[in-house]
């Protein structure tokens, strides 16, 4: 049985994959951005969804486009 991941959990799972293909820690990052490290580890592991504004610091400090996070559009079947 497939699993499907929730927008949330696709979002997260590639601010994780970038952190990690810049070379930062989450750790680094979250302090980069001002989010307590316990907070910034809550968000990480989808118990709180990330801020738009997290989003935004996220992409600053490892140098991508906050729209990378973003998961390609669903589209609708056609009935």
């Known amino acids: 049985m ?3 991941q929730t927008w949330t959990q696709q979002v997260t ?7 990690k293909a ?3 820690t ?3 990052v979250g302090d980069q951005i001002g989010v307590p490290n316990a907070t910034f ?4 592991n989808c118990h709180y969804p990330l801020t738009i504004a997290d989003l935004e610091g996220i992409a600053e400090v490892i140098d991508v486009d906050p729209a990378d996070f973003l ?3 669903r589209r ?3 009935s």
């Open 71 to 73: 998961p390609p559009r």
């Open 13 to 19: 799972a590639r601010v994780r994959s970038a952190i």
């Open 26 to 28: 989450e750790e680094f």
């Open 2 to 4: 497939e699993t499907r």
């Open 22 to 24: 810049a070379g930062k």
């Open 41 to 44: 580890s809550r968000r990480m």
């Open 76 to 78: 609708a079947r056609a």
